[in-house]
């Protein structure tokens, strides 16, 4: 359902997604349990973020007679911000095998809460594409605002932003950066701490999923 409060954004509400996000906020979660409830929430967030796919027709015979067959008609790209959108990138690719993969690597620069490029490397055919970048968290919206911008300049014009969790910071930055960007999420949080951290939150998602906390 979109949210009421910001107009770009779908805040995807499920029994399943309201006990992984649970699992994901819980503290005595291992790594194990953290993955896992990572994974199952973004197969469900692919699922919203591309059902508006378009789709081509063409003839099939099943056992009995023919008939019509559908396909996708446009190529997936799944563009995680290095490292903890690689989560949610295995996740999608469960979802859409066939999609191409780029990266952005973005590291948070401790004292100014602000994100630092350091690599990047996209495949071609992203101005056609329906490209979804992926960051399990939506904070300041910096890393994010730089990952859009970037990927517009190389000609993406079909762009997604999939985020297990917003911050109302991160959110208001992307309605005024990118308003033309369908977010999709799982859960809108109270606010950011003085460290720009989401709270309540789930700490640090990459550090939770590759088991370096």
């Known amino acids: 359902m979109a949210s009421q409060n910001f107009k770009q954004v779908s805040l995807i509400e499920h029994p399943v997604i ?9 503290a005595s979660s291992d790594t194990a349990q953290f993955r896992a409830a990572l994974k199952r929430i ?4 692919a699922y919203h973020a591309l059902k508006e796919l378009p789709l ?46 780029g990266h952005l ?11 630092e490029d350091y690599y990047s490397n996209i495949p071609k055919g992203v101005e056609d594409a329906m490209v979804l970048v992926v960051d399990p968290m939506l904070a300041t919206g910096g890393s ?4 859009l911008s970037f990927l517009k300049k190389q000609g993406a014009q079909h762009l997604r932003f999939v985020s297990l969790v917003c911050a109302p910071e991160g959110l208001k930055k992307m309605e005024q950066e990118h308003p033309d960007v369908h977010i999709i ?14 709270v309540p939150g789930l700490g640090d998602a990459g550090d939770r999923y590759f088991g370096t906390v």
Not at 42 to 45: E, F, P, R, V
Not at 144 to 147: L, P, R, T, V
């Open 18 to 26: 309201s006990k992984d996000l649970t699992i994901l906020r819980d």
């Open 56 to 101: 081509r027709t063409f003839e099939i015979e099943t056992p009995i007679q023919k008939t019509t067959g559908y396909d996708i008609d446009q190529d997936v790209m799944v563009v995680p911000i290095l490292r903890a959108g690689l989560g949610l990138s295995d996740a999608l690719l469960q979802f859409i095998p066939d999609a191409k993969v």
């Open 105 to 115: 690597g973005m590291e948070r620069n401790e004292t100014t809460h602000e994100p």
């Open 185 to 198: 999420t799982a859960a809108i949080d109270e606010k950011l701490n003085d460290d720009a951290f989401i």
């Open 144 to 147: 994010a605002n730089d990952a």
């Open 42 to 45: 973004a197969i469900i967030l």
